[in-house]
């Protein structure tokens, strides 16, 4: 167990933007730092939820499981991000499983450390108010895309997540720098490999992508946008 460290700079969103540098302070000096081999678990469902976590390095994806085993990715946080499941009731368990993809380490809250802190900081329980109703935005809006759209809608939302998370224009489009198989796409809209395979390439044939070396290239933002019937959400909301 180490003390908190500083976060390196990064230029990527991060939901702990939600807090003022002042009060992201004050959590960091309650923080206690774990560091997590790749492909550990940090918690799993069930499990009581009675802890934040704050991502210092590494990545982190949340995951559910279907009664078949299979695996859904519903987000993936990284260094500057806090996730957990936090509510107003005591026994609450996870719903969630989250595991480490890479060699982490993690700042913990304890409940109690952050109760107390949000009784001495009103400002701060306005902030942390104002992070929990943007998780549950985010977890909502993943759902809608899984549920109302189909899988060709859920993929397209995908895309153009993760343009906004890995994304970089350049001359021929949005290029995703993030490398992905077709089996770890599979995982994030709950689909097979074989039918994403074939989305892929309808995708491919109609020019809206392009795929390089394990990369892709968004060449028609708007077709995708389209499919999945897009709601212009802010880039801090519309992330993988």
């Known amino acids: 167990m180490e003390a908190v460290r500083n976060l390196p700079e990064d230029s990527q969103i991060r939901n702990s933007s939600y807090f003022t540098s002042g009060n992201l302070e004050k959590m960091k000096q309650i923080m206690y730092s774990y560091k997590f081999n790749l492909d550990t678990a940090v918690f799993h469902e069930g499990d009581a939820a009675d802890k934040l976590y704050f991502i210092l390095s590494g990545r982190v994806k949340v995951t559910k499981f279907s009664e078949e085993g299979k695996e859904y990715i519903m987000s993936v946080y990284h260094a500057g991000d806090f996730f957990g499941q936090l509510d107003p009731f005591h026994e609450s368990k996870h719903s969630f499983t989250a595991l480490t993809m890479e060699k982490c380490e993690i700042g913990i809250i304890q409940r109690s450390d952050l109760e107390i802190l949000i009784w001495q900081y009103g400002d701060l329980a306005i902030e942390f108010m104002n992070w929990m109703g943007y998780m549950q935005r985010l977890s909502q809006s993943k759902f809608r895309d899984l ?48 039918s994403v395979n074939r989305m892929l390439g309808d995708l491919k044939k109609a020019g809206v992508i392009s795929m390089n070396d394990g990369t892709i290239t968004i060449l028609n933002l708007k077709y995708l946008q389209s499919v999945c019937k897009c709601e212009q959400c802010p880039k801090e909301l519309c992330r993988i």
Do not use: Q, W
């Open 147 to 194: 549920i109302m759209y189909g899988k060709p809608g859920a993929l397209c939302s995908t895309l153009i997540r993760l343009s906004n998370s890995y994304g970089s224009v350049d001359e021929n489009g949005i290029h995703i720098s993030l490398k992905l198989t077709n089996s770890e796409l599979a995982d994030y809209i709950g689909s097979a490999r074989e």
